[in-house]
Antibody
Framework: EVQLVESGGGLVQPGRSLKLSCVAS????????MNWIRQAPGKGLEWVAY????????YYAETVKGRFTISRDNAKNTLYLQMTSLRSEDTALYYC???????????WGQGVMVTVSS | NIVLTQSPATLSVTPGESVSLSCRAS??????IHWYQQKSNESPRLLIK???QSISGIPSRFSGSGSGTDFTLSINRVESEDFSIYYC?????????FGSGTKLEIK
């Protein structure tokens, strides 16, 4: 069974940093691209970042480019999102989701909440 | 960026009715569109991929159609468990985008 479990969320002040993790199981993690997608409270879905299976290709949404960094450790079956210079508008539930480039997001985690507030 | 416009924003129906949800892309995206269902307080679930391809485990009452810029998600005879929010998403460009969603509610 495919499982994606996010962690690392919490309350953080504007301008500070936070690092999210997503541990994958039930599939060969190193064969798949991975994504971060977020959802602000009461709002729709926003794709945040993509990383290819071998980390060669990385893409970001314009809203986070230059502030967020996606990475992965295939030996640990773990996906990361380093978030810096956080803003109130980054407050959201952050999901990790499996999906190769050009493919749908076929499995999602349960999400981890990030709240940016003073 | 490719903008996806979903309509209507809210659709009120009676269980047993059949419905069609629309997703329009700001430029041609072939069939690189996928549909997701999100129930309250749950993670999204993939319903249809590449405009019309079915997903294992998804009821057959869900179907998709379209290509280019206009896409449709159809639900044949809506059941009570189908009342939720539906999103389309494009994977044509490297900046993946979602539509704003259609909320299917009980009339």
């Amino acid at each position: 069974e495919v499982q994606l479990v996010e962690s690392g969320g919490g309350l953080v002040q504007p301008g500070r940093s936070l690092k999210l993790s997503c541990v994958a199981s039930g599939f060969t993690f190193s064969n798949y691209g991975m994504n971060w997608i977020r959802q602000a409270p009461g709002k729709g879905l926003e794709w945040v970042a993509y990383i290819s299976s071998g980390s060669s290709y990385i893409y970001y949404a314009e809203t986070v480019k230059g502030r967020f960094t996606i990475s992965r450790d295939n030996a640990k079956n773990t996906l990361y999102l380093q978030m810096t210079s956080l803003r109130s508008e980054d407050t959201a539930l952050y999901y990790c989701a499996r999906g190769n480039y050009g493919s749908p997001f076929d499995y999602w985690g349960q999400g981890v909440m990030v709240t940016v507030s003073s | 960026n490719i903008v996806l416009t979903q309509s209507p924003a809210t659709l009120s129906v009676t269980p047993g009715e059949s419905v069609s949800l629309s997703c329009r892309a700001s430029q041609s995206i072939s069939t690189s569109i996928h549909w997701y269902q999100q129930k309250s307080n749950e993670s999204p679930r993939l319903l249809i991929k590449y405009a019309s391809q079915s997903i294992s485990g998804i009821p057959s009452r869900f179907s998709g159609s379209g290509s280019g810029t206009d896409f449709t998600l159809s639900i044949n005879r809506v059941e009570s468990e189908d009342f939720s929010i539906y999103y389309c998403q494009q994977s044509y460009s490297s900046l993946f985008t979602f539509g704003s969603g259609t909320k299917l509610e009980i009339k």
